[in-house]
């Protein structure tokens, strides 16, 4: 019983390696598709679960390895301590460090995925505000022919070329 008890531990450990590799080119996928440009909240969102569920599984392996040294110090009486190797130990502890690696490199996408929308952003506001800058002039300008005030006559190409040179002053 000891020994297959060893065996089915161990069989666990390595398909939880196995499926943190799964993951691991998972991850790497969505990355990939970060760095193109697409993003989406969809995305962002599957990350953050993706990152909570490995912490729950960083919890359950922890919990799983304590038990674990419980039975090779020969605390449960059914199993022979004796006949359990230092393997399903080893794995576990293997284990553990591939989801605390697993997730820091989800940290790192989801601050590259951040980094990303910040610099769209950015982008978008750099040129909200050229924008903003070179028509502060045409408006200043036609407020002051549209107030109820005597002007000089100027014609239309003359006011056009006032309102470039001074737009191109500003800018």
Same mark, same amino acid.
Do not use: C
């Given at each position: 019983?000891?020994?297959? *008890?060893?065996?089915?531990?161990?069989?666990?450990?390595?398909?939880?390696?196995?499926?943190?590799?799964?993951?691991?080119?998972?991850?790497?996928?969505?990355?990939?598709?970060?760095?193109?440009?697409?993003?989406?909240?969809?995305?962002?969102?599957?990350? &953050?679960?993706?990152?909570?569920?490995?912490?729950?599984?960083?919890?359950?392996?922890?919990?799983?390895? @304590?038990?674990?040294?419980?039975?090779?110090?020969?605390?449960?009486? @059914?199993?022979?301590?004796?006949?359990?190797?230092?393997?399903?130990?080893?794995?576990?502890? *293997?284990?553990?460090?591939?989801?605390?690696?697993?997730?820091?490199?989800?940290?790192?996408?989801?601050?590259?995925?951040?980094?990303?929308?910040?610099?769209?952003?950015?982008?978008?506001?750099?040129?909200?505000?050229?924008?903003?800058?070179?028509?502060?002039?045409?408006?200043?300008?036609?407020?002051?022919?549209?107030?109820?005030?005597?002007?000089?006559?100027?014609? *239309?190409?003359?006011?056009? &070329?006032?309102? *470039?040179?001074?737009?191109?002053?500003?800018?």
């Amino acid at each position: 019983i000891t020994s297959l *008890f060893n065996y089915i531990l161990i069989e666990l450990f390595e398909m939880g390696i196995r499926v943190l590799n799964q993951i691991e080119d998972y991850s790497d996928e969505l990355e990939k598709q970060i760095i193109r440009s697409s993003l989406s909240n969809k995305l962002l969102t599957s990350l &953050l679960v993706l990152k909570s569920r490995l912490f729950d599984a960083s919890k359950l392996i922890k919990a799983d390895l @304590e038990s674990i040294r419980e039975i090779m110090s020969g605390e449960v009486p @059914e199993l022979d301590s004796l006949k359990i190797t230092d393997q399903p130990e080893d794995r576990a502890l *293997f284990l553990l460090d591939l989801i605390e690696t697993q997730r820091e490199d989800l940290s790192n996408i989801i601050n590259l995925h951040l980094a990303i929308a910040s610099n769209n952003m950015n982008k978008q506001f750099y040129w909200l505000t050229i924008l903003g800058s070179v028509l502060i002039v045409p408006t200043i300008i036609s407020s002051i022919w549209g107030m109820n005030i005597p002007v000089p006559q100027i014609n *239309f190409w003359l006011m056009m &070329l006032i309102m *470039f040179v001074i737009t191109g002053l500003s800018a």
